[in-house]
Each structure stands twice: as C-alpha cells, then as structure tokens.
C-alpha cells in the first residue's frame, strides 16, 4: 500500500502531476458513437456542440472483425474534430481482451492530449485501477502529456460492486463510476433481459381489503436498481468521484428513459449514458434542475440568510439542511448555464 504522502506523485518520470480534486464539468449526456461507422461519424460536427460528452466506444456493440478499425476511427476523429467545450471520452475494451493494450498504447500516443477520461468495462477490483493507472503513467510520460488523463469505471459485475468503495479510491485519477445494468444483471443472475429500468414483475401488491378479500389487489411496479444506484452514489460522494447512469435499452420508449434517467438524478447521479440521438434531449432535460426548482431553492437560500437557524416558509420548516440542498440545486443550475444560453435565459440569474 502507498503512503499517503506518495498518493499525488506521478507513477512514472515525466508523467503529469495526479490531479487533487476532480473537475465538475457539464455531464449531463455521455453520447456513444462507433468510430468504424463512416455515415455516423460524419454526423459528429452536427452532435458534439448539442453533447457534454461525446464518446468513442471500442467495446460492446462492436464487432471483433472491426475493433481495429474502431480504434483508427476514434484516433482519426480525434484529430480531425474540433470538440469545443464537449469532452472526448472513450471506452476501451475490457481488461482481459487482446485489444485492451493496443487499445491504450495506440490512443495515448497519438491524441491522449484530446482525450478527457478513458473509460474501464468491467472493473471488479482496485487492483484494475492500479493497472490501468500505471500503464497510463509511462504512457503520458512518454508522449510528454502535460496532463493526465482521467479515468471512469464501469460497475458490471458483483464482485465490483462488493469493491465499490476501493474501486472509487483507487487512484487520483479516478473521475467517476457508471451503472452497466445488462452485464450487472446476468453476473447477478438477474433474471431480466432488459438493458436498464424496472420489470413488470418486480412487484409490491396491497394487502387485501378486509371487506372484500376477492376484490383485485392492485400492484406498484418497483425499481430494480435502486439499491445499486444509491450505493454507487454513496461511493462516488465518498471519494469525490462522480456518479453516472448508464444505458437504457429500450429506445423507443422514451417515457421509461425518461423515468429512469429522473429517478438516478433524484438520487444523485450527475448524468446518464444516450445511446441514440433520441436519448441526448431527454438526458439534458432531466440532469438539469427545473426552473421552478432553481426558483424555489434561490428563495429558500434567500430568506435563510446567512444559513444558520430555522425559519418558516409558505407552512415548511427550512433550516441549515435545508440550505445545503438548495445550494445544491442553484450552484449545478449556476454551472450549467454558464455553459448553455438557453438554459441561462430559462433560470434568469439575472434578477
């Protein structure tokens, strides 16, 4: 185990410094794209201003004939696109393949000066981390990067859930963690085969009425990943990392997108993978506050003062908690807008 003292020193000479605090930049949308696909590469220039992230995927969903290819196409598009202020992610192949290295080895070198975060399938221990971060090192070193690249892992399997909080701690480039409910739910052996969201069998049914024990019982569908998410959330905050959903499947339905993207920001997710251009709007919308919300919180905030004691509002009680939360709400809506005029002109921090 590393000394404490040691924790913020490069792991190889010449590397760049380990960042001490994770930046919070807007990342309310992780977009997917595969850099092989030539007709949706040419699309990116239209995407990446409408994205916070924009991300190159390596891993599922291609095939092994075209991984290679991928991996020229995200090294291409690298050099080509200019990104603005949306970050360039990507996510390598897993750990245990024979593309991971090349994977690495081939991006660092060429464009690791364009890429923000390399993202990690299936990472089910601290020691993944410890790898990665390594070999990134002496990577970055020899490529003379002034930065480091930081790194986002994906929760995939039981044992990384059983490791969470080593897995969040591992590095200081650790920048955040994202839900894989697929993969989670067949190493769980789940038995759904959907890509995220609830099941029309994960149930509660209401006890029976005790004047009519035949009549119907209704049911209330619940959410499958509940206790996941507010642990990895837990996680995240714990370390100062990040927390992120991941995919949700069913493209067409937009409303249960919609649901179960809202459920993981109420719960402290900070945004959620799009899959489909259909998903980037609906991700915006969600991981940014309400209006009214930001409005409300301002109020509270307001009347508070300087944030100490107890005061009763519209027939609530508002306290110092109560501040903090609010202050939550404001300063996301605060970052946010700085970044998207139309969501500055909706808040109206001007008044």
Same mark, same amino acid.
């Given at each position: ?12 000479a010449?590397?760049p410094?380990?960042?001490?605090e ?5 990342s309310r949308?992780i977009?997917?794209?595969p850099?092989h696909? +030539? ?7 239209e @995407?990446?201003p409408?994205v916070?992230i924009?991300?190159?995927?390596l891993?599922?969903?291609i095939?092994?004939?075209d991984?290679?290819?991928a ?10 696109i200019?990104?603005g202020a949306?970050q360039?992610w990507?996510?390598?192949n ?5 593309w991971?290295l090349?994977?690495?080895?081939e ?5 690791g000066h364009?890429?923000d975060v390399?993202?990690i399938p299936k ?7 410890h790898y990665?971060?390594r070999?990134l090192?002496q990577?970055?070193a020899?490529?003379?990067?002034t930065?480091p690249?930081l790194v986002h892992?994906i929760?995939?399997?039981?044992r990384?859930?059983v490791?969470?909080?080593?897995i969040?701690?591992?590095?200081p480039r650790m920048?955040?963690?994202?839900l894989g409910?697929?993969d989670?739910a067949a190493?769980r052996?789940?038995?759904t085969?959907r ?14 009425d ?6 119907a019982?209704?049911?209330f569908?619940? /959410?499958l990943?509940?206790y996941t998410?507010?642990?990895m @959330?837990d $996680?995240?905050v714990t ?5 992120f959903?991941g ?8 409303v249960a997108?919609?649901d179960?993207?809202r459920? $993981?920001?109420l719960?402290?997710?900070?945004? $959620?993978?799009?899959l489909h251009?259909?998903?980037? /709007?609906?991700?915006?919308? @969600?991981f940014?506050?309400?209006p009214?919300?930001?409005?409300q919180a301002?109020?509270v ?5 300087d944030g ?8 609530k009680?508002? /306290? +110092?908690?109560s501040?903090?939360?609010?202050? @939550?709400?404001?300063?996301?809506a605060?970052?946010?807008?700085a970044? +998207?005029p139309?969501l500055?002109?909706?808040?109206d921090?001007s008044?």
């Open positions: 185990m590393r000394s404490a003292r040691d924790f913020f020193k490069p792991l190889a010449g590397a410094e380990p960042l001490r994770i930046p919070f930049r807007p949308v977009h997917f794209f850099p696909l +030539d007709k949706v590469v040419a699309k990116l220039p @995407v990446v409408t916070d924009i991300l190159g995927n891993e599922d969903a095939p092994m004939a991984k290679e290819a991996r020229h196409g995200l090294i291409d598009v690298a050099k080509r200019d990104f949306t360039l990507t996510r390598v897993s750990l245990d393949s024979p991971f090349d994977d690495l080895t991006i660092v070198s060429t464009v364009k890429i390399i993202m990472v089910e221990g601290p020691e993944d981390i990665v971060d070999l090192a990577l970055e020899k490529a003379k990067l930065r690249i892992a929760l995939e399997t039981a990384g859930m490791n969470i909080e080593d969040c701690g591992a590095s920048q955040g963690l994202s409910p697929a989670l190493n052996r789940m038995k085969t890509v995220g969201g609830g099941h029309p069998d994960y149930v509660v049914r209401q006890d029976p005790a004047n009519n024990p035949e009549a019982r209704p049911v569908q619940q /959410d990943w509940h998410l507010a642990r @959330v $996680a995240c370390h100062g990392i990040l927390p959903y995919p949700f499947g069913d493209i067409k339905d937009v997108c919609e179960q993207f459920n $993981a920001y719960l402290g997710c900070v945004g $959620a993978w799009s251009p259909v998903q980037i /709007d609906i991700a915006k919308r @969600v940014s506050p309400r009214e919300d930001v409005a301002q109020r905030i307001d009347a508070m003062g100490t004691g107890a005061i009763m509002l519209d027939g009680m508002e /306290d +110092d908690a501040v903090k939360q609010c202050r @939550v709400v404001v300063e996301l605060r970052e946010l807008a970044r +998207d139309e500055a002109a909706r808040y921090f008044s």
